[in-house]
């Protein structure tokens, strides 16, 4: 079994930063790659970011040049750094670890951006 264990969201004001971090634990098994999506209230959940086990990413135009992920492959863990957050980045974030035939999600940090 795998587990996802998110922290760094909160409140912050528009303009602020924020760092998430995603640490996974258990049996892990070639990971495809882990990343990033969001759910803000009434919304479906959307992609943010991903990181590939090699390191190379991917990220949501909404979000393209004021978040960067990045992973520590030694700890399992995965970050995304937010600058310049807006009103709309406000929702609850999930990491997703995704392997050769299983995906996993962690139980989600809120992050919330105020005027």
């Known amino acids: 079994q795998v587990q996802l264990a998110e922290s760094g969201g909160g409140l912050v004001q528009a303009g602020g930063s924020l760092r998430l971090s995603c640490a996974a634990s258990?049996?892990?098994?070639?990971?495809?790659?882990m990343g990033w999506y969001r759910q803000a209230p009434g919304k479906q959940r959307e992609f943010v970011a991903t990181?590939?086990?090699?390191?190379?990413?991917n990220y949501a135009g909404s979000v393209k040049g004021r978040v960067t992920i990045s992973r520590d492959n030694a700890k399992n863990t995965i970050y995304l750094q937010m600058n310049s957050l807006k009103l709309e980045d406000t929702a609850v974030y999930y990491c997703?670890?995704?392997?050769?035939?299983?995906?996993?999600w962690g139980q989600g940090t809120q992050v919330t951006v105020s005027s």
């Open positions: 990181i590939t086990s090699g390191g190379s990413t």
């Open positions: 997703k670890l995704v392997t050769i035939g299983n995906s996993y």
């Open positions: 258990g049996s892990i098994f070639s990971i495809g790659y």
